[in-house]
């Protein structure tokens, strides 16, 4: 059974960056699928960050491409996100997620983790 | 960008059968998934590539899609059915989600 957990400061200061782990246990996150990042403001819907793949590719939701880097460790069986810059309104609960690209799926997902931008 | 839309709010009475619309330009092309996301809980995937429900999904949700619309029909709902629920499709490598729709089992 696939399980992802998210890691990381659950507060992070104006114009600092906001980094995140996942860990992957139960699959080898080199033998396929993407990898995303996901998050949901308090009280909010769900907007998605961007996605990775061993391979080294990479997509992005352009209203965050220029803040954001999404890396696949295969060596640690691992996703890592970094959001530069951040301010308030990146206040939210992170999600990481394997994300299955034939199938249009999001599945499974991490618990989350609640990251607040704050001085 | 690719934009879906949902209602805000949905209700239904205890047994009865709800359905949740998904509104995008010709969604019916694209592979539609919906979510459900209980209080406090990371979403749970209850129906892939339209109508397709993972084995631990109960039959009661089902999906289907067509033209501009897709939706998720829940049949003889239940109190624990009560939670938000999301659409997504892929467009062009990005992911997109629906603004959810909350809902109510009275």
């Known amino acids: 059974q696939v399980q992802l957990q998210e890691s990381g400061p659950g507060l992070v200061k104006p114009s600092e960056t906001l980094s995140l782990t996942c860990g992957v246990s139960?699959?080898?996150?080199?033998?396929?699928?993407?990898w995303g990042w996901i998050r949901q403001p308090p009280g909010k819907g769900l907007e998605w960050i961007g996605s990775?793949?061993?391979?080294?590719?990479?997509d992005y939701n352009p209203s965050l491409k220029s803040r954001v880097t999404i890396f696949v460790d295969t060596r640690n069986n691992q996703v890592s996100l970094r959001l530069s810059s951040v301010t308030a309104a990146d206040t939210a609960v992170y999600f990481c997620a394997r994300l299955n690209y034939n199938s249009g799926s999001v599945d499974p997902w991490g618990q989350g983790t609640l990251v607040t931008v704050s001085s | 960008s690719y934009e879906l839309s949902q209602p805000l709010s949905v209700s239904v009475a205890l047994g009865q059968t709800a359905m949740i619309t998904c509104g995008g330009n010709n969604v019916g092309s694209k592979n539609v998934q919906w979510y459900q996301q209980k209080p406090g809980q990371a979403p749970v995937l209850v129906i892939y590539?339209?109508?397709y429900r993972p084995s631990e999904i109960p039959e009661r949700f089902s999906g289907s899609n067509s033209g501009n619309t897709a939706t998720l029909t829940i049949s003889t709902a239940q109190a624990g059915d009560e939670a938000d629920y999301y659409c997504?499709?892929?467009?062009?490598?990005?992911?997109?989600f629906g603004g959810g729709t909350k809902l109510t089992v009275l």
């Open positions: 139960g699959y080898s996150i080199s033998s396929g699928y993407y």
């Open positions: 590539r339209d109508s």
């Open positions: 997504q499709v892929w467009d062009s490598s990005t992911v997109i």
């Open positions: 990775g793949h061993h391979s080294g590719s990479t």
